[in-house]
């Protein structure tokens, strides 16, 4: 069974940093694109950022530019996004998807991810 799985959202105060991992059984990685989406309370999902197949070209959400960064090890089957500076507009369940393909238009149309994970909670607040 394929999965994706999501973890290191917990609770953290405006300023601090957490680390997401996304990892697989069933899939690997290095594969896929793969990007981070997340959704807070009463807003539709969005995307955070994609770490693209092919040359592992990388692409955030214009707000979250210099304090999120995605990578990749695929020696551990893993995708990271590291989160700094959080603010308590961050707060929300944290999502990875992937797509077997580097994405036709924009990277954030989650229409062309087929694999999701659970998601992992992440609460900014002090």
């Known amino acids: 069974q394929v999965q994706l799985v999501e973890s290191g959202g917990g609770l953290v105060q405006p300023g601090g940093s957490l680390r997401l991992s996304c990892t697989s059984s069933?899939?690997?990685?290095?594969?896929?694109?793969i990007a981070w989406f997340r959704q807070a309370p009463g807003k539709e999902r969005e995307g955070v950022s994609c770490?693209?197949?092919?040359?592992?070209?990388?692409y955030y959400t214009d707000s979250l530019k210099g304090r999120f960064t995605i990578s990749r090890d695929n020696a551990a089957n893993t995708v990271y996004l590291q989160m700094n500076n959080l603010k308590s507009e961050d707060t929300a369940v944290y999502y990875c998807?992937?797509?077997?393909?580097?994405?036709?238009?924009?990277?954030?149309?989650?229409?062309?991810?087929?694999?999701w994970g659970q998601g992992t909670q992440v609460t900014v607040s002090s």
């Open positions: 998807a992937a797509c077997p393909y580097d994405v036709m238009g924009p990277w954030f149309e989650q229409s062309s991810y087929d694999y």
């Open positions: 069933g899939l690997t990685l290095a594969h896929y694109t």
């Open positions: 770490i693209s197949l092919t040359d592992g070209s990388t």
